[in-house]
């Protein structure tokens, strides 16, 4: 009996020292999970900012295919001395040196005639941002964008009014006063942006003896291609000898692809001065039908 006793004490010693120790393991173990469930917090709460989606494009067109054998042929005329064979290495264009065929390609093609030579190039360049977690593909592309806008001297878009072509064929009219004082010779002024006076030179009737003098379009940005995009539209200057040639550039940004066209004519003699319209619209032509493909 005195046994049982005792054993009858000792048993709640037992159960208590045993409760301590479960007590012990118990907040260990809530010590555990709670700087594991913060960790997981921690986690959870970086994962809120969740990487950027890669760029709409992965990879690029073949430069030297981007644009269509006739839109090519209206743009750069053989000569008519050349056989089918040359004709055909004409239109399949020279491919610049790539190291890296998915980030920047291009192409160029050469058409001599005896009155002229045009110059055609076509660049494809696809931008990727390295650090997803602020800063996509499209808007690296455009910080690209907007640093070749920069070093054209072209004003961002909505930081001035650009009139178009019409408006600024149109201007003259509104102040018919002006027109006397314009000299003749200003319809011919290398680089004019839209709206110079050369434009309303060849509007506005009877003023001198170039009244049909073709508008010059210049520099501008522009509006319905790709996401944006601009022009630059460079004339070299006058010369008694040095014949005066156009160069005219289109940048555009297609989501996170940059596009490049840049088409010159040279004349071969002096006194003829490429069209500003008709060169211009032969890029914005092809700019267009990129834009399309790369939307296909």
């Known amino acids: ?16 020292l045993t409760a301590l120790v479960a007590g012990v393991t118990g907040l260990t173990g809530c010590t555990e999970t ?6 997981t ?3 959870a709460g970086g994962s809120t900012a969740v990487p950027v989606q890669p760029g709409k494009y992965r990879n690029l067109p073949a430069p030297c295919k981007a644009a269509d054998a006739k839109r090519l042929r209206a743009m750069l005329p053989a000569d008519e001395s050349l056989t089918t064979e040359q004709r055909e290495r004409l239109y399949a264009g020279t491919a610049d040196a790539s190291y890296d065929a998915d980030r920047r390609v291009g192409c160029r093609w050469t058409a001599q005639t005896p009155s002229e030579t045009r110059l055609l190039s076509i660049g494809f360049e696809r931008v990727v941002s390295y650090d997803r977690a602020t800063t996509s593909d499209d808007d690296k ?6 640093r070749r806008l920069t070093d054209a001297h072209l004003p ?8 178009s072509p019409t408006a600024s064929a149109a201007a003259p009219s509104t102040a018919p006063s002006a027109a006397p004082s314009a000299p003749p010779g200003q319809g011919g ?13 060849s509007t506005s009737a009877g003023a001198g003896p170039t009244p049909t003098a073709p508008p010059e379009l210049g520099s501008r940005v522009l509006e319905g291609l790709g996401n944006e995009a601009y022009i630059e539209d460079k004339l070299s200057p006058a010369g008694t000898t040095a014949p005066q040639s156009r160069t005219v550039r289109t940048v555009f940004r297609t989501s996170n692809v940059i596009v490049t066209i840049e088409y010159s004519v040279q004349p071969a003699q002096p006194g003829v001065v490429p069209s500003s319209v008709e060169t211009q619209g032969q890029v914005r032509q092809l700019a267009q039908a990129l834009v399309e493909r790369f939307n296909e």
Not at 34 to 39: E, F, H, L, V, Y
Not at 141 to 146: D, E, G, S
Not at 156 to 163: E, L
Not at 192 to 199: D, E, H, L, P, V
């Open 41 to 43: 917090d921690a986690k």
């Open 141 to 146: 592309a455009r910080q690209v964008y907007v």
């Open 34 to 39: 709670s700087g594991s469930g913060a960790t």
């Open 189 to 201: 002024s290398p680089g004019a942006s839209a709206g110079s006076t050369n434009a309303g030179t």
């Open 1 to 16: 009996m005195q046994r049982k006793a005792v054993r009858r004490r000792a048993l709640p010693g037992v159960a208590i």
């Open 156 to 163: 961002f878009p909505g930081a001035s009014a650009t009139p």
